[in-house]
């Protein structure tokens, strides 16, 4: 096997036991999730998990590196240098649309995320995911539309937990309400609060 194909074979693997953990441990927590349950879960043998990731910390260290990039780059995707105020609104829909994708990965960040071992992940978080929402707010400022007093760090992650958790609260109690719907109600929440 030529090394590129050996190569995408492990991405592949990769990606198999991060599918698999953030079901896990979604379901589980962190604590009661074990690499055998992991492994069961993505059809492979659990030497398979330690031959990739070393542990299961480090499988969860690399599953939330993993998962803050994709959440990232869909925020950023939907910031398309429209005006701030839109733009805040298209990065609200964005990120309502990656978790209702990507369910598991939002239960995990909210429960398993603010533990003390994973401060690094939650500094990437803040740097990278909460980065886009705080880099519209400036813009927002800048361009007059919201308050230049606004404490545009806090204000990120306040936007950033109120969708984490309307999305989570959705999907466990209401999964028949639209986006749209919750879209259009956070958004008139944030301009009433935000609007200069």
């Not at 009661?32 to 910390?57: C, H, L, M, P, Q």
């Amino acid at each position: 096997m030529t090394t590129t194909k050996r190569e995408g074979r492990r991405a592949e693997t990769r990606l198999r036991l991060f599918a698999a953990a953030v079901e896990v441990i979604a379901e589980q927590g962190y604590t009661a999730a074990t690499v055998d349950a992991i492994a069961e879960r993505a059809g492979v043998a659990k030497g398979t998990v330690f031959y990739n990731f070393g542990s299961k910390e480090a499988l969860f260290t690399a599953l939330l590196e993993h998962g803050i990039q994709r959440l990232t780059g869909a925020l950023r995707e939907a910031d398309t240098g429209q005006a701030a105020l839109d733009a805040l609104d298209s990065v609200v829909l964005a990120q309502l649309r990656f978790f209702e994708t990507h369910d598991a990965f939002a239960r995990v960040l909210l429960a398993e995320m603010w533990r003390t071992a994973w401060q690094d992940a939650v500094a990437r978080l803040r740097e990278q995911a909460l980065g886009v929402y705080a880099d519209v707010l400036r813009r927002a400022v800048t361009e007059g539309a919201i308050q230049d007093d606004l404490d545009v760090e806090t204000a990120a992650t306040a936007v950033f937990g109120m969708v984490l958790t309307v999305s989570i609260e959705r999907r466990a109690l209401r999964p028949d309400r639209p986006i749209e719907q919750l879209h259009a109600t956070l958004v008139d929440l944030l301009h009433r609060r935000v609007s200069a």
